[in-house]
């Protein structure tokens, strides 16, 4: 199955620096990329969307300038949480799909960053 | 009123047994029918994919859909400890659309 890295899987950050994650489709090309955020015990969130070479579409309460997001190339894409605060500790996931057809457009899921804001 | 509702758990159960897992939904306009597996602290892992109702089968694992009762199942039989995880649905109305999940249930399966 196509494969998802994420960079770093854990990181632990003061308040107010910035932290940036990176998700990397391995053996595709991703057209299409997630970031989810996900609480202890609860399920994924949705944050935003991007696609190679736009801008990211924000889900509603998400700040567009808090969570930056980047779809330089058609297998990597970052967040960079700008000013973190210790609310923004949390799960953060992201997804890529390669949108060929054919491909059932299934998303598949990087193994998560633990961001930790001290 | 959530889009998709998912009993949280935990659910126990010893190994071998059968297990149900469900999943209940408002929007119609859902098609597209996905569970995932999640184990702590890792990413989701696709199990089974769906597309409308019927079932699909992939060794241990029956995927069911209810259209017309907005249900879906994921049923495992001959459960192992290995399975212990939490269990996500997540359903779209397009190919490509964004997905909904449940809360996901969390399962032990006991030696």
């Known amino acids: 199955g196509a494969v998802v890295s994420q960079h770093p899987s854990w990181v632990i950050c003061k308040s107010g620096t910035s932290v940036k994650i990176e998700c990397r489709s391995l053996d595709f090309q991703a057209t299409t990329m997630f970031w989810y955020r996900q609480f202890p015990k609860q399920s994924l969130m949705l944050m935003a969307t991007?696609?190679?070479?736009?801008?990211?579409?924000?889900e509603q309460g998400v700040e567009k300038d808090k969570f930056l997001i980047n779809h330089a190339s058609l297998t990597l894409s970052t967040l960079t949480v700008t000013s973190a605060h210790p609310e923004d500790s949390s799960f953060y996931i992201c997804?890529?799909?390669?949108?060929?057809?054919?491909?059932?457009?299934?998303?598949?899921f990087g193994p998560g960053t633990r961001l930790t804001v001290l | 009123q959530k889009e998709v509702e998912q009993d949280p758990g935990p659910l126990s159960v010893p190994e071998g047994a059968i297990v149900s897992l469900n999943c209940t939904y408002s929007n119609s306009a859902f098609q597209y029918f996905m569970w995932y597996r999640q184990y702590s602290r890792k990413g989701p892992e696709l199990l089974m994919y769906?597309?409308?109702?019927g079932n699909k089968e992939d060794g241990r694992f029956t995927a069911q859909v209810d259209k017309s009762s907005k249900y879906i199942s994921l049923f495992i039989r001959d459960s192992q400890p290995s399975d212990s995880a939490t269990y996500l649905c997540?359903?779209?109305?397009?190919?490509?659309?964004?997905?909904?999940f449940g809360q996901g249930t969390e399962l032990s399966v006991k030696p």
């Open positions: 997540a359903m779209t109305s397009n190919q490509g659309g964004k997905l909904i």
């Open positions: 997804s890529a799909k390669s949108g060929l057809a054919g491909d059932g457009n299934e998303q598949f």
């Open positions: 991007s696609n190679e070479g736009s801008k990211a579409t924000y």
């Open positions: 769906t597309y409308s109702s």
